[in-house]
């Protein structure tokens, strides 16, 4: 096996500086939204007192758990020694810190008084997990970047087994903690169960994976490094086993739920009548964003075919946002069970499904965030070796001749 | 924090750090700082000496905020408005000036300070019509005095109060 | 406030209690004497050796009548004709409302006024971050807005739905209810009301005194008798958050 070496990119191509321009364009026109809603208040966007996390929280949820996941490859190469994944241990790290920071920014952003970030910062509530949360993204941010320190720094590269380990657990309580935000929710029918902690863990394998794969993809082919097949091979089948394992931990979730009579009621809706959620659920997350990679990766010759598996990882992205769209919007939803065995009818939307639509400026600021996270990528590997010259299989295999 | 945000804070700070010393010196060009309406407390007007109140009104306020709010403690002095019911003042116009206006109390040290509240984005910013005092007789703690069912409201008042316009 | 002048202003109002204690005893001794009983004076912090809470009789709660949400309107300016002229209807604060309930199997039909419970484990404030959601000393549960950074976390862990959001700039609030853009509000019991001794607005405003207001923590007061005497139902119970607001009939 060949020695692993990084280089920076040129970027001063007319492809990266379009780029640039083109995700700066999206993150400015989140940074418009973001002031209008804070301008302006809440009112020009679709979220109401029933509906009181939006389609921000959709982007903003799925890149944070998409964060936790985009470190797998580092850990996979550093805590379980799987060294064909070495190479991209460093834009794992940093692909880790960009999509949270990303998310964040949404989050923080869509917040009442965003003003008030101090107060976040220096009044915690210890019992609640969102505080809790505000302190495992700091220290994510902090350990990862220790992580790639160690990565980065021949001086330091003894620790980097250390720092790794120290991340990977991180990474695994902080995604709990960001399960748990719902999975703490005693009156929500949708929410209120501790498999949402283990069924975020196992989604941020996949959506931290499909982003890792379709940028390590766009990354060689625009900077004309190779890539080959043998590494490929490897990302696609874990791909496939994070796919199925989230539909197994999603199974058990929906099982747990029509099992016990209470919650018949929403399962019905998420399952079978929720018009836009039931559509996303079946299509968007489980058909599209989940069958339909399982499928091509799978396949003996699609799993083969590069753009086919760049398509696959597209699904899983596309199908997530599906996913947090059921989990989140389609979860306020429908209505809290105050009165049981009643029917309710009140001037505050008591027992009817609650509508929303969202706005340009949430969606706006959804994708700003996402392209936030993309530009201090293709920033960082400009300034930085994150990228590897080579993931060709001499490089990447351990036992290629 | 965000970028604007931190840039924002920076030029806040900057601006209170480039008032300070005009502040200080009494003879520089100060605030136009309206008049109260009334005096609290024959000693002094308000509820403490001016210069007391010029420096510590913020730290009064605080402490006051968080013993109301979280306590339930409804002491007078340091409510906030009771400092609106005296200390806003209608324009030539008749109306009463609205914070961010150079005739408001509030508004005309803090603009000048370039120091940002947000108290009156839930605080009304002028005296409540139904209860603010009129005439000189009147206690100038009128707000919670106004309501009789307080236990405030039955106290004697003890300072002289004169009409400030 | 220097300790002189404390301890003036201490005896001036134990000599007012009397009195006041005197008077109602004399006039009126059933409701004034409970009146007097809540009354501290206005340094003195709220005790947890009370316990507010309403118990509301829902069959004595007449369809139509929305007595109770016109008076919080008016004593504390929400609702259709308040200050937030640009959010709509879904948007719009309801600190409380009135929910009509029909039995799914006998078709019973009760209405009920529902505002928040302030329970004594309450989830908002479990979850809020910043501890802005936060529960006072004698039960009564409050957003401390200055501290609130409108996550609207308590909206989504509120079991009753009883929280709502500012989605606008408001001006010209209630001197009472300070509310504004960006942070989440509720029914705070009056709580100036009940500082200086009186009752919530609601209970006041009911034409049918369907609503006793009173310290469950006095085995001797109306509330407290009333529990005893004919129950008195808690919604969701099943939660185990022990509301301080209770209903009979339910």
């Not at chain 1, 018009?275 to 990679?293: C, K």
């Not at chain 1, 960082?380 to 990447?396: G, I, M, N, R, T």
């Not at chain 3, 220097?2 to 009126?28: H, I, M, P, Y």
Request: hydrophobic share 45%; with cysteine.
């Amino acid at each position: 096996m060949k020695k692993i070496r990084y280089s920076t990119i040129k970027g001063n191509s007319a492809g990266y500086l379009a780029l640039l321009a083109l995700l700066g364009a999206f993150a400015g026109a989140g940074l418009v939204a973001a002031y209008f809603m804070e301008h302006y208040g809440h009112y020009i966007t679709g979220m109401n007192n029933q509906i009181v996390w939006g389609t921000p929280h959709v982007f903003a949820v799925f890149l944070i758990v998409a964060a936790s996941g985009a470190l797998n490859t580092a850990s996979i190469a550093s805590v379980f020694s799987k060294t064909a994944y070495k190479p991209l241990a460093r834009l794992s790290g940093l692909l880790a810190i960009a999509l949270l920071a990303g998310g964040l920014m949404i989050l923080v952003l869509d917040l009442g008084r965003a003003d008030r970030l101090v107060v976040a910062m220096t009044y915690y509530n210890f019992k609640s997990i969102f505080a809790w949360n505000i302190i495992l993204y700091n220290g994510f941010f902090l350990l990862v970047a220790i992580y790639l320190w160690t990565m980065m720094d021949p001086t330091m590269s003894r620790y980097t087994k250390t720092a790794g380990v120290a991340a990977f657990v991180w990474r695994l309580i902080l995604t709990t903690g960001t399960g748990s935000i719902f999975g703490f929710l005693v009156a929500r029918l949708a929410y209120n169960e501790a498999i949402m902690a283990p069924l975020f863990i196992v989604m941020s394998f996949a959506f931290g994976l499909a982003i890792l794969i379709l940028v390590t993809m766009a990354a060689c082919k625009w900077t004309g490094r190779p890539l080959g097949d043998a590494l490929m091979r490897r990302l696609k089948n874990l791909l496939g086993v994070f796919i199925a394992g989230t539909l197994l931990l999603l199974l058990a979730y929906h099982l747990t739920k029509l099992y016990i009579t209470q919650y018949h009621g929403v399962e019905a809706f998420i399952l079978r009548d929720g018009g836009v959620y039931t559509q996303l659920f079946w299509l968007g997350w489980i058909l599209l964003g989940s069958l339909v990679p399982l499928a091509i990766v799978y396949h003996p010759a699609w799993g083969k075919n590069r753009s086919l598996i760049g398509f696959a990882a597209t699904l899983v992205i596309l199908g997530g946002l599906a996913a947090m769209y059921v989990i989140i919007i389609g979860g306020q939803a429908y209505p809290l069970l105050i009165f049981p065995g009643k029917e309710v009818v009140s001037s505050f939307s008591d027992g009817v499904i609650n509508s929303y639509t969202p706005s340009l400026p949430e969606f706006a600021l959804g994708v700003g965030g996402f392209a936030v996270a993309l530009i201090i990528v293709a920033l960082a590997v400009k300034v930085l070796q994150f990228l590897p010259e080579s993931l060709a299989d001499e490089v990447v295999d351990p036992h290629h001749k | 924090m965000t970028v604007g945000q931190l840039s924002r804070q920076c030029i806040l700070a900057a601006g209170l750090l480039l008032a300070l010393p005009a502040l200080a010196d009494e003879t520089g060009p100060l605030a136009v700082v309206p008049k109260p309406r009334a005096e609290a407390n024959p000693e002094f007007g308000c509820v403490r000496p001016e210069e007391d109140m010029r420096k510590h009104h913020m730290d009064y306020l605080m402490v006051h905020r968080d013993d109301t709010l979280r306590r339930g403690i409804r002491t007078r002095d340091f409510s906030l408005a009771e400092c609106v019911n005296c200390h806003i003042t209608p324009k030539p116009d008749g109306q009463y000036a609205r914070f961010g206006e150079k005739e408001h109390f509030c508004s005309s040290c803090h603009t000048y300070a370039a120091v940002r509240i947000d108290c009156f984005e839930c605080h009304r910013d002028t005296p409540d019509p139904e209860k603010v005092r009129e005439t000189a007789q009147q206690n100038p703690h009128r707000g919670l005095a106004a309501d009789s069912n307080h236990p405030a409201g039955i106290m004697p008042v003890s300072a002289t109060v004169g009409e400030a316009r | 406030m220097d300790k002189k002048s404390n301890q003036t202003d201490q005896a001036r109002r134990r000599f007012f209690g009397q009195v006041a204690a005197v008077a109602s005893l004399t006039v009126a001794p059933g409701v004034i004497l409970q009146q007097v009983a809540h009354a501290r004076s206005p340094e003195e912090p709220a005790s947890d050796k009370n316990r507010w809470g309403i118990l509301i009789n829902t069959n004595k709660c007449a369809e139509g009548c929305d007595a109770c949400v016109t008076a919080c309107q008016d004593e504390y300016g929400w609702g259709p004709n308040g200050p937030e002229t640009r959010s709509s209807d879904l948007q719009k604060a309801q600190w409380i409302r009135k929910v009509k309930l029909t039995d799914k199997q006998t078709g019973h039909v009760q209405t009920l006024p529902l505002m928040c419970q302030h329970c004594e484990h309450p989830p908002c404030v479990d979850v809020c971050p910043t501890g802005a959601s936060m529960k006072r000393a004698d039960g009564i549960v409050l957003v401390d807005k200055h501290i609130c950074i409108g996550c609207r976390y308590c909206m989504m862990a509120c079991p009753y739905k009883a929280r709502s959001f500012i989605h606008e700039e408001l001006h010209d609030q209630k001197v009472n209810a300070p509310r504004g853009k960006g942070t989440v509000e509720s029914c705070t019991l009056c709580v100036q009301r009940v500082d200086a001794g009186r009752q919530p607005a609601c209970v006041e405003a009911c034409p049918e005194q369907a609503m006793i207001f009173g310290d469950l923590k006095d085995p001797e007061s109306a509330i407290s008798r009333e529990l005893r005497e004919n129950g008195g139902e808690q919604i969701r119970a099943d939660l185990g958050l022990n509301t301080g607001i209770r209903y009979q009939g339910l």
